[in-house]
């Protein structure tokens, strides 16, 4: 199965500003997904990347919140902007598994905003 | 649409007891069902899968799940658990798109 190379793992950043996560596969993949994690909650989708066309954004986030880039097959970067304490959560990427059948994920990166 | 419940929060157990965590779907199409495990700050890590044929499925480190159409319910479970099963467990569903339970903690104790 794909492996994923996700980082930052984690950062501490100040309110207002910007991070940038980036994902990495060792493998061609159409479609990429971001995932994100709040304390103690489950995970929710935030949008599926393809490759060559703009993101879908799942209900209740959007574009200028969380700009998703996807240059290449193996490659993808969330950007979480403006960021408030309310956005301290983990992010996580993934990707189908081969046949289609499961995901695999990314090892998350713990965002805190202070 | 589909949404995915996890009847139990947290489960404590006492090393090398059974453990059932119980996991029901709602979906009005046929879905694929999944289980992951999330060790203490760490990634996700798929433990097993129903696609379609037997019920029964059985997947790493021990633990086996059940699909059960008239209850639509997939229940994992593992004979006998320990201190290293420690961990998050999310019941998952979907084909495209997952959609994920709340998670269940899992707490084996000595």
């Known amino acids: 199965s794909a492996v994923i190379s996700q980082k930052p793992s984690r950062d501490i950043c100040q309110r207002g500003t910007s991070l940038t996560i980036q994902c990495q596969v060792d493998?061609?993949?159409?479609?990429m997904f971001w995932y994100r994690q709040q304390p103690g909650q489950s995970l929710t989708l935030i949008a599926t990347?393809?490759?060559?066309?703009?993101?879908?954004?799942e209900s209740g986030f959007v574009i200028d919140k969380f700009p998703i880039s996807r240059p290449n097959l193996t490659f993808s970067t969330l950007t979480v902007s403006n960021m408030s304490p309310e956005d301290s959560s983990i992010y996580l990427c993934s990707v189908p598994l081969q046949g289609h059948y499961g995901y695999t994920f990314g090892s998350g990166t713990r965002l805190t905003v202070v | 649409a589909q949404s995915v419940t996890q009847l139990d929060s947290q489960v404590p157990v006492f090393e090398e007891a059974p453990v059932e965590l119980r996991c029901n779907y709602s979906?009005?199409?046929?879905?694929?069902l999944f289980w992951y495990v999330q060790y203490p700050n760490q990634g996700l890590q798929l433990l097993l899968k129903y696609l379609s044929g037997s019920t029964l499925v059985k997947g790493i480190n021990g633990f086996e799940a059940e699909f059960n159409k008239s209850q639509t319910s997939f229940h994992l479970r593992k004979p006998s658990v320990h201190i290293s099963d420690t961990a998050e467990y999310f019941c998952a569903a979907g084909s495209e798109k997952l959609v994920f339970g709340k998670g269940t903690k899992l707490t084996v104790n000595p």
């Open positions: 493998s061609q993949v159409t479609m």
């Open positions: 990347a393809n490759q060559g066309s703009e993101a879908t954004y």
């Open positions: 979906s009005s199409v046929s879905v694929y």
